[in-house]
């Protein structure tokens, strides 16, 4: 589930269509046949300046992706910037926005 290196980071962010989610902004890009899509959460100093919140809320966001995004991740690779007011939410808000991300990058599926 993780990229294999920046370079394919920065393909997704520069070459890949933006999507303004309940969670952040989306970037994303479909994959190349016979390829998974990979999904990465970027929470960024703003959201927290403690580490240990940013890695919390990265763990519970990837926890959701493995459960979650396989329909998303057999058509796209996906980076979302997590948005600063995530810090405050609970974990069950946290999967509702991620949830409703999801609904939205699905309606764009090829």
Same mark, same amino acid.
């Given at each position: 589930?993780?990229?294999?290196? !920046?370079?394919?980071?920065?393909?997704?962010?520069?070459?890949?269509? !933006?999507?303004?989610?309940?969670? +952040?902004?989306?970037? &994303?890009?479909?994959?190349?046949? +016979?390829?998974?899509?990979?999904?990465?959460?970027?929470?960024?100093?703003? &959201?927290?300046?403690?580490?240990?919140?940013?890695?919390?809320?990265?763990?519970?966001?990837?926890?959701?992706?493995?459960?979650?995004?396989?329909?998303?991740?057999?058509?796209?690779?996906? &980076?979302?910037?997590?948005?600063?007011?995530?810090?405050?939410?609970?974990?069950?808000?946290?999967?509702?926005?991620?949830?409703?991300?999801?609904?939205?990058?699905?309606?764009?599926?090829?």
């Amino acid at each position: 589930m993780r990229f294999a290196s !920046r370079q394919d980071v920065s393909a997704v962010i520069r070459n890949g269509r !933006r999507y303004h989610t309940p969670l +952040g902004r989306a970037a &994303v890009i479909p994959v190349h046949p +016979g390829q998974s899509g990979r999904v990465l959460f970027s929470v960024p100093a703003a &959201v927290s300046k403690k580490s240990s919140e940013r890695n919390r809320i990265r763990r519970h966001l990837e926890a959701w992706a493995r459960e979650h995004t396989l329909p998303l991740r057999r058509h796209y690779h996906l &980076v979302v910037f997590v948005r600063p007011d995530t810090a405050r939410l609970a974990r069950p808000v946290l999967r509702e926005r991620a949830d409703a991300m999801q609904r939205i990058l699905l309606r764009f599926q090829p």
